[in-house]
């Protein structure tokens, strides 16, 4: 895990080097263990190391035998050791002992398809001589970041937007319409950001820049192909084996690994399969919330520790913590979200890295298997949607008025009679409602929304044409997978556990294991009302039935509560400033009324003015400098 930044001058002109130089330093967090850099006239590398693989011998750039290949490369190729014998074989010299020379060797042998034959986390950048090309690509599910920004004659790249601020050319400008999406999905899908013209390389896309211009391609192009025949045992037998595999080769580590640990089902699969492997106990991580008594997970967390034999270490965290940490978190994070769990995950990282550089996670499960409650709304949905009118319409009438915290069943109500699917699909994923956002919405972003509440849906359309095939909880299930994951969850992780020069691997995003269950039919997934139907059978293996089926904590935290109490005037102050950008683009009364509405307990808005609270502080922190 590192961090990677350059420039290339699509003129031939030379690059400006001081200016490679601040982005290199604008991510030096990433990579405290050291620092390299390459200029070859047009264009320059960068690059900040955190030392994992081949610690002494794998500083960056890295090149080939006669330099005519140099590469920055951020992340981990997993099968580099199957890799590294295949190339020998054919020929390949190598000078050291690190994943990232097989990256430049297996260009060599394969040229850009040499991506399709990795299995690992990436987001590289790698310089071909002579052919005066810039070849980039970022992994299969977006586990590592990639951003870049094209000034006319120069584009710039980094694993972190705050190194492409450094060129003074990059405006700082709030993109209006990815706002509009961010209020509707509560991330900014790719390859779009909140920045004007600052833009992701989307997961499983790799990038070609030349003085010809740039060109963008994916090259994961799976789509979900059911199986037409199975048995459920030897499917069982084959996942178990398949996750198996993928935690052992993400166990390849020269510096010690831990484990974020709750008390659920997917982390605790992957501390008893790590205890099989690891000739020591296994260092493993949580945190507990101040006033969060009913969602802590500590106590059980501890009580799986002890079953396996780790080491155990929690922190509890207070809203002081929280309200210390504010004054950096959009720093950190870069893009706002409305996912109220993501600067947990900076502090988990925080105790993490006392401790360990490396640590695996169980995010990824969720997603492919079924296991948010949207996905049984979707399922519904199919039969919903063939009632008649004089069913659906008095009845999501009536639902819209129960007074109350019942956000997700109003919301889940009035996209379920939806004729068309991605519309329905935007308006589950979105609480903001066509209604709210005709009265928060003001200024430049109430044109988003003058004449198509739901026209930020087109931001799906490629992804959701790919299976449109399929049935709808299909569709949606892989829509996250490649949308929500990357571009909300993974990029909290990788942004969070970064601040804090940490790594972490996510067993569970190998892409064999999601290609593996894209291939299950849906009752394997979600098996009547039940998510992670086949997923759960299988972690049986490894784990007692009460951890596997018992209720899912996740990251809960009690912030709603301190939004109201301890962290009320630091609320007030985000949202009600005159001179904020909140006040520029929403309607402060309505929010207000928000405010009121949720303090009261009359509705349940507390995802709404986190999200708020979110874009205030990305607006101070990036647009104010």
Same mark, same amino acid.
């Given at each position: 895990?590192?961090?990677?930044?350059?420039?290339?001058?699509?003129?031939?002109?030379?690059?400006?080097?001081?200016?490679?130089?601040?982005?290199?330093?604008?991510?030096?967090?990433?990579?405290?263990?050291?620092?390299?850099?390459?200029?070859?006239?047009?264009?320059?590398?960068?690059?900040?190391?955190?030392?994992?693989?081949? $610690?002494?011998?794998?500083?960056?750039?890295?090149?080939?035998?006669?330099?005519?290949?140099?590469?920055?490369?951020?992340?981990?190729?997993?099968?580099?050791?199957?890799?590294?014998?295949?190339?020998?074989?054919?020929?390949?010299?190598?000078?050291?002992?690190?994943?990232?020379?097989?990256?430049?060797?297996?260009?060599?042998?394969?040229?850009?398809?040499?991506?399709?034959?990795?299995?690992?986390?990436?987001?590289?950048?790698?310089?071909?001589?002579?052919?005066?090309?810039?070849?980039?690509?970022?992994?299969?599910?977006?586990?590592?970041?990639?951003?870049?920004?094209?000034?006319?004659?120069?584009?710039?790249?980094?694993?972190?937007?705050?190194?492409?601020?450094?060129?003074?050319?990059?405006?700082?400008? $709030?993109?209006?319409?990815?706002?509009?999406?961010?209020?509707?999905?509560?991330?900014?899908?790719?390859?779009?950001?909140?920045?004007?013209?600052?833009?992701?390389?989307?997961?499983?896309?790799?990038?070609?820049?030349?003085?010809?211009?740039?060109?963008?391609?994916?090259?994961?192009?799976?789509?979900?192909?059911?199986?037409?025949?199975?048995?459920?045992?030897?499917?069982?037998?084959?996942?178990?084996?398949?996750?198996?595999?993928?935690?052992?080769?993400?166990?390849?580590?020269?510096?010690?690994?831990?484990?974020?640990?709750?008390?659920?089902?997917?982390?605790?699969?992957?501390?008893?399969?790590?205890?099989?492997?690891?000739?020591?106990?296994?260092?493993?991580?949580?945190?507990?919330?101040?006033?969060?008594?009913?969602?802590?997970?500590?106590?059980?967390?501890?009580?799986?520790?002890?079953?396996?034999?780790?080491?155990?270490?929690?922190?509890?965290?207070?809203?002081?913590?929280?309200?210390?940490?504010?004054?950096?978190?959009?720093?950190?994070?870069?893009?706002?979200?409305?996912?109220?769990?993501?600067?947990?995950?900076?502090?988990?990282?925080?105790?993490?890295?006392?401790? $360990?550089?490396?640590?695996?996670?169980?995010?990824?499960?969720?997603?492919?298997?079924?296991?948010?409650?949207?996905?049984?709304?979707?399922?519904?949905?199919?039969?919903?949607?063939?009632?008649?009118?004089?069913?659906?319409?008095?009845?999501?009438?009536?639902?819209?008025?129960?007074?109350?915290?019942?956000?997700?069943?109003?919301?889940?109500?009035?996209?379920?009679?939806?004729?068309?699917?991605?519309?329905?699909?935007?308006?589950?994923?979105?609480?903001?409602?066509?209604?709210?956002?005709?009265?928060?919405?003001?200024?430049?972003?109430?044109?988003?929304?003058?004449?198509?509440?739901?026209?930020?849906?087109?931001?799906?359309?490629?992804?959701?044409?790919?299976?449109?095939?399929?049935?709808?909880?299909?569709?949606?299930?892989?829509?996250?997978?490649?949308?929500?994951?990357?571009?909300?969850?993974?990029?909290?992780?990788?942004?969070?556990?970064?601040?804090?020069?940490?790594?972490?691997?996510?067993?569970?995003?190998?892409?064999?294991?999601?290609?593996?269950?894209?291939?299950?039919?849906?009752?394997?997934?979600?098996?009547?009302?039940?998510?992670?139907?086949?997923?759960?059978?299988?972690?049986?293996?490894?784990?007692?039935?009460?951890?596997?089926?018992?209720?899912?904590?996740?990251?809960?935290?009690?912030?709603?509560?301190?939004?109201?109490?301890?962290?009320?005037?630091?609320?007030?102050?985000?949202?009600?400033?005159?001179?904020?950008?909140?006040?520029?683009?929403?309607?402060?009364?309505?929010?207000?009324?928000?405010?009121?509405?949720?303090?009261?307990?009359?509705?349940?808005?507390?995802?709404?003015?986190?999200?708020?609270?979110?874009?205030?502080?990305?607006?101070?922190?990036?647009?104010?400098?």
């Amino acid at each position: 895990m590192c961090g990677i930044c350059g420039i290339f001058d699509r003129s031939g002109s030379p690059i400006d080097g001081n200016l490679l130089g601040r982005m290199t330093s604008a991510i030096s967090h990433r990579g405290p263990d050291g620092q390299g850099r390459f200029v070859d006239r047009e264009v320059g590398l960068g690059h900040r190391r955190l030392s994992i693989i081949d $610690v002494e011998g794998g500083a960056q750039p890295i090149g080939n035998e006669d330099g005519s290949l140099q590469i920055v490369f951020n992340g981990e190729i997993y099968n580099f050791v199957e890799l590294r014998k295949e190339l020998e074989g054919a020929g390949h010299t190598f000078k050291t002992r690190s994943d990232t020379e097989v990256i430049v060797h297996a260009y060599e042998q394969w040229g850009k398809g040499c991506v399709e034959r990795f299995n690992g986390m990436f987001a590289f950048a790698l310089w071909d001589s002579n052919k005066r090309e810039l070849f980039l690509a970022r992994d299969h599910l977006g586990i590592k970041p990639l951003y870049y920004v094209d000034l006319g004659g120069r584009i710039l790249f980094g694993s972190e937007i705050k190194a492409l601020l450094q060129d003074s050319e990059c405006v700082r400008d $709030v993109d209006v319409e990815s706002l509009a999406e961010l209020f509707t999905y509560r991330y900014v899908p790719s390859p779009k950001t909140l920045f004007k013209g600052i833009r992701k390389l989307p997961a499983g896309h790799r990038m070609t820049l030349s003085a010809r211009g740039f060109e963008v391609e994916r090259f994961w192009g799976w789509t979900p192909r059911l199986r037409e025949s199975w048995n459920e045992k030897a499917l069982i037998e084959e996942y178990c084996a398949l996750l198996e595999d993928a935690v052992r080769l993400q166990l390849r580590s020269d510096v010690p690994l831990g484990l974020f640990l709750s008390s659920g089902v997917d982390s605790g699969a992957l501390l008893a399969i790590m205890s099989q492997y690891s000739s020591g106990p296994v260092q493993a991580f949580t945190i507990g919330f101040e006033g969060g008594e009913k969602t802590n997970e500590v106590e059980d967390a501890r009580s799986l520790a002890r079953m396996f034999g780790a080491e155990h270490y929690f922190m509890e965290v207070t809203p002081e913590d929280y309200l210390k940490y504010y004054e950096n978190y959009l720093w950190d994070l870069e893009e706002p979200v409305g996912n109220e769990t993501a600067a947990a995950f900076y502090f988990v990282s925080k105790i993490t890295r006392e401790k $360990v550089k490396v640590t695996l996670a169980g995010q990824g499960a969720d997603e492919p298997w079924a296991g948010y409650d949207r996905y049984l709304g979707a399922k519904l949905s199919t039969f919903y949607s063939r009632l008649p009118s004089m069913v659906t319409g008095p009845l999501a009438l009536f639902v819209n008025r129960i007074p109350g915290r019942f956000e997700r069943l109003k919301r889940g109500v009035s996209s379920l009679s939806e004729p068309d699917m991605l519309t329905r699909f935007t308006k589950m994923y979105s609480f903001f409602s066509a209604e709210m956002k005709q009265q928060l919405f003001k200024g430049p972003l109430m044109a988003q929304i003058a004449n198509e509440a739901y026209r930020a849906r087109e931001a799906l359309r490629r992804l959701q044409s790919d299976v449109k095939h399929l049935d709808p909880v299909t569709q949606m299930l892989y829509i996250d997978t490649r949308a929500n994951l990357p571009d909300d969850l993974l990029m909290v992780g990788d942004k969070m556990s970064m601040a804090n020069s940490l790594e972490v691997r996510v067993p569970f995003l190998d892409y064999r294991l999601v290609e593996f269950i894209e291939s299950l039919p849906l009752k394997l997934k979600l098996n009547g009302l039940t998510g992670k139907y086949l997923h759960k059978k299988s972690m049986v293996k490894w784990l007692p039935k009460e951890v596997v089926y018992r209720k899912k904590k996740g990251f809960a935290n009690p912030v709603e509560d301190w939004f109201r109490t301890k962290m009320r005037p630091f609320v007030e102050e985000c949202l009600f400033n005159p001179h904020s950008g909140v006040n520029r683009f929403f309607d402060q009364q309505y929010i207000r009324h928000m405010l009121d509405q949720d303090r009261k307990g009359k509705e349940q808005l507390r995802r709404h003015i986190y999200l708020l609270v979110s874009f205030e502080l990305w607006h101070r922190a990036f647009m104010r400098s």
